[in-house]
């Protein structure tokens, strides 16, 4: 061989070499990167928040700032309890509201006389913070804290005297209390408040006001683990909502110095920014009621089962995490609702999460960096969250195939990316391999550190993952796959004003069973296909049941009487006749409202036809701010619309704290038209409400 053609040889195997050896090495990182600590918060996933403070004793969600520490009294406070409920749930960690925007403080702050050492609460001997740091101490979960920003009660509140006393407050949460994980900054401000008996509006400008330099230093300085949230970060972001869910698009990189606390344009929080400077991941906090704190009246609305699913999937299964808030009660723990609705949550998570098929499987991929063992296919499901599949340099798109030894059912995939080096991918599908033929499953676009599919349920010989767009070489570091049972819930059933009724369930694939003539349902009664008509008085029976394993719930009864769809209210006695239907339309989410001034408020309806009437039925008006509600009712009977007979005069015992329909019977009237007349209304409000009016005519 010619030296020259000797050189040619030499180099080509350099350079075969070199590319090798440049393969053998890991990807390069790209764009932003989590820090450490952003990487330890993102393994928390899923946390608790308390929201415990005065408003709990208040019944506020925003106190004025103007309360006493006097009323701040729980009666069997027992952090344990709350930790020992969230550890029982999954719970990896507690934030706690140390201090909301009314100002009262849950700790001893040496700054202030507005707090629990001022309160009758172990005779001012008191510390949540410390209650709830030995908890978490005893139990392994991690504590943060929410500190509001806003003080309504701090007399120098727009001052730059507040902002130091901000700030010393930062200091004592980071140093009393053992290892902080988070610290949560409130982006909230109303302008109004009691500001020291000042009672006026005072406006900051949220951007420079607090020093907010200063005060991410005193956190890294004090807790140099601790992640800070905020509605741009720095470390953890706002999602935007206050629901519980992400955009199926969720990058955790955000233009950070765009986003300040109050940040207009705070959509965008939902999906993040594609081009993002900052590695900012998504938190998704929401609550298990419709408000933050305690409010006896929402103690039957608890989120359901079906609800609370869907928020795990929609914020944990799209790159984000959880943190799910306890409203804790003014015994001072958290409500027996609200711990087995948890429980059931944890449950059902478990159960989806039971039995991963994918685990040891064979794995093949289009490109395997460098062809190298140690960024094989196989790495995603090795159990070992540090090895990861991935391509050679510039490849950005390929597939993964994961085959079966015989065909399997499955319903959901899980994917995570290595996230340490970059959230990359962009566009990715799902397809399954059924009889031989491939079958788009699902067409996403980021994976980021988790993401969650569900689909129905198909037998597949092999799923295969197709990468079609990454901003770099896709980097796959888990692929789960899982059969989940079917969602057993009990069945919800409605009527409507044209006496239609319906039955529904979380999961298509439940059976409903049901009964007409009030005997208990089984699987050989009666099976809900489509909604039928129901227009004279009946109970229906009904249980959910899963064919897959023969679980069935417990009993849904549910009680009709006539239908209301001859109906028509014909006066009332002050604002919108026009939209009174909505008193008779037997939809629980609507309702009417009278004026402002009137009295007596009442409203007179025409059932159609003569029946003989044995009570009626009131519901008051449902949602988070609810007013006008009756808690004196006089209700009188007619047969032709000119003399009236009272058939029930009365009191709706602890209507204000539980909100739920009234039922009152009375001896049997005849009565073709009924008025329901508000003899005293809740918080003596000039005005009525009703959410629906029923009758029972047996
Ligand atoms: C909001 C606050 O205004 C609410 O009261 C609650 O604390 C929620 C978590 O954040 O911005």
């Known amino acids: 061989m010619s030296k020259f053609y000797l050189n040619i040889v030499l180099i080509a195997v350099l350079n075969f070499c ?39 004793f208040t019944n506020m969600e925003w106190g004025m700032g103007s309360e006493k520490p006097a009323q ?20 990896k960690g507690v934030i706690i509201t140390a201090k909301h ?20 609460w172990k005779n001012g001997k008191g510390d949540v913070l410390k209650d709830l740091s030995e908890a978490c101490a005893e139990y392994g979960l991690k504590m943060g804290v929410y500190l509001s920003p806003w003080d309504r009660n701090h007399a120098d509140y727009g001052k730059p005297e507040y902002v130091s006393y901000f700030h010393n407050q930062l200091r004592e949460l980071l140093t009393n209390y053992g290892e902080i994980f988070e610290v949560w900054f409130d982006g909230a401000n109303g302008g109004t408040g009691y500001y020291g008996g000042a009672n006026e509006t005072r406006k900051i400008d949220n951007k420079t006001y607090y020093q907010w330099d200063k005060a991410i230093e005193i956190v890294r300085e004090l807790q140099p683990n601790a992640v800070i949230f905020g509605d741009g970060g720095p470390g953890v972001r706002w999602v935007g909502n206050e629901e519980g869910w992400a955009n199926e698009t969720n990058w955790s990189l955000l233009e950070r110095n765009k986003v300040y606390p109050g940040y207009p344009k705070y959509k965008e929080l939902l999906s993040g920014h594609e081009n993002g400077t900052h590695w900012v991941p998504a938190e998704c906090d929401v609550s298990i009621r419709p408000g933050w704190y305690y409010h006896p009246s929402e103690d039957s609305q608890v989120k359901s089962l079906e609800h ?81 599949w991935t391509t050679d340099d510039g490849v950005t798109t390929a597939s993964i195939s994961m085959s079966f030894d015989k065909p399997t059912e499955v319903n959901r995939i899980l994917l995570q990316e290595y996230i340490a080096l970059g959230q990359r991918v962009y566009g990715f599908t799902v397809e399954a391999k ?30 295969r993952v197709n990468i079609t767009g990454s901003k770099a070489e896709p980097i796959i570091s888990n692929i789960e796959l899982y059969r989940a049972p079917n969602l057993l819930t009990q069945p919800i059933i409605t009527r409507d004003k044209k006496a239609i009724v319906t039955m529904e369930v979380a999961d298509k694939n439940i059976i409903i069973y049901y009964t007409l003539d009030g005997s208990e349902p089984s699987e050989n009664s009666r099976k ?31 009680y009709f009487d006539i239908s209301k769809k001859d109906w028509e209210v014909l006066k009332v006695s002050s604002g919108n006749l026009k939209d009174a239907y909505r008193i008779i339309d037997d939809n629980l989410t609507s309702s009417w409202t009278s004026g402002a001034k009137d009295s007596p408020n009442e409203v007179i309806i025409d059932l159609g036809k003569t029946y003989l009437l044995q009570g009626f039925t009131y519901m008051p008006i449902q949602g988070r701010w609810p007013f006008g509600i009756i808690s004196q009712y006089e209700f009188s009977t007619s047969t032709d619309n000119k003399t009236w007979t009272i058939a029930s005069t009365g009191e709706f015992s602890n209507i204000k704290n539980n909100p739920i329909e ?37």
């Open 662 to 698: 009234q039922t009152v019977k009375f001896k049997t009237s005849e009565a073709r038209y009924i008025k329901l007349k508000g003899v005293k209304i809740i918080d003596d409000d000039k005005r009525l409400s009703v959410g629906e009016i029923g009758v029972f005519t047996k």
């Open 101 to 120: 925007h009314d100002g009262f403080c849950l700790w001893p702050s040496k700054y202030t006389e507005h707090s629990v050492k001022n309160s009758p």
């Open 308 to 388: 609370l699913v869907n928020i795990y999937y929609e914020s944990v299964g799209r790159n984000a995490s959880l943190l799910l808030n306890l409203p804790v009660d003014n015994r001072g723990l958290i409500h027996e609702k609200d711990a087995a609705q948890l429980k059931a949550l944890k449950q059902q998570i478990d159960k989806d999460f039971a039995n991963d098929v994918a685990k040891g499987i064979k794995v093949s991929a289009t490109n395997v960096r460098g062809n190298h063992s140690e960024f094989v296919a196989n790495n995603v499901n090795d159990g070992d969250e540090k090895t990861y």
């Open 528 to 558: 809900y296909d489509t909604a039928f008509k129901l227009n004279k008085p009946t109970t229906i029976k009904a249980i959910s049941y899963n064919p897959e394993n023969a679980e069935k719930t417990g009993i849904r009864e549910v």
């Open 18 to 56: 070199i590319s090798h050896a440049q393969n053998n090495d890991g990807p390069e990182p790209y764009g932003p990167l989590p820090t450490e600590r952003q990487l330890a918060w993102h393994n928390m996933e899923y946390y608790g928040f308390i929201h415990f403070n005065m408003n709990t």
């Open 72 to 91: 701040f009294n729980p009666t069997r406070l027992d952090a344990r309890q709350w930790v020992k409920t969230m550890k029982e749930a999954g719970m």
């Open 434 to 463: 059924v009889d031989g033929n491939w079958k788009l499953i699902d067409k996403q676009t980021t994976i980021g550190v988790k993401r969650i599919l569900r689909f129905d349920s198909i037998e597949a010989s092999e799923i």
